[in-house]
């Protein structure tokens, strides 16, 4: 069974960094996406994807902001935030899309658990 730990969420001042973790785990073939989405509330959003070929997205939010890369050995993604703003504040999920295991098994999405990021003085 394939699961997503993600790591590195906390609290940041306003103009700071943080960089988010997300590891999937499991007897993996191939990862076509992976991506980040956040929820505040009353809001959800999608921040960012990357595909396995290294093409990347970005909400209009954070572009200039945020870097989105991955380690396909690893099965991870990462995300550095960059000048981060009070508006950032959210739980953050990661996802894959288009999961491929060893075994030939297909999962179109998968999600993990949130990791909280508050950007406050």
């Known amino acids: 069974q394939v699961q997503l730990v993600e790591s590195g969420g906390g609290l940041v001042q306003p103009g700071g960094s943080l960089r988010l973790s997300c590891a999937a785990s499991g007897s993996i073939r191939s990862i076509t996406t992976m991506g980040w989405y956040r929820q505040a509330p009353g809001q959800r959003e999608l921040v960012a994807t990357i595909t396995n070929s290294g093409n990347t997205n970005y909400a209009d939010s954070v572009k200039g902001r945020f870097t989105i890369s991955r380690d396909n050995a690893k099965n991870t993604v990462y995300l550095q935030m960059n000048s981060l703003k009070p508006e950032d504040t959210a739980i953050y999920y990661c996802?894959?899309?288009?999961?491929?295991?060893?075994?030939?098994?297909?999962?179109?999405?998968?999600w993990g658990r949130g990791t909280q990021v508050t950007v406050s003085s």
């Open positions: 996802y894959v899309f288009g999961l491929v295991t060893l075994s030939g098994d297909f999962t179109r999405t998968s």
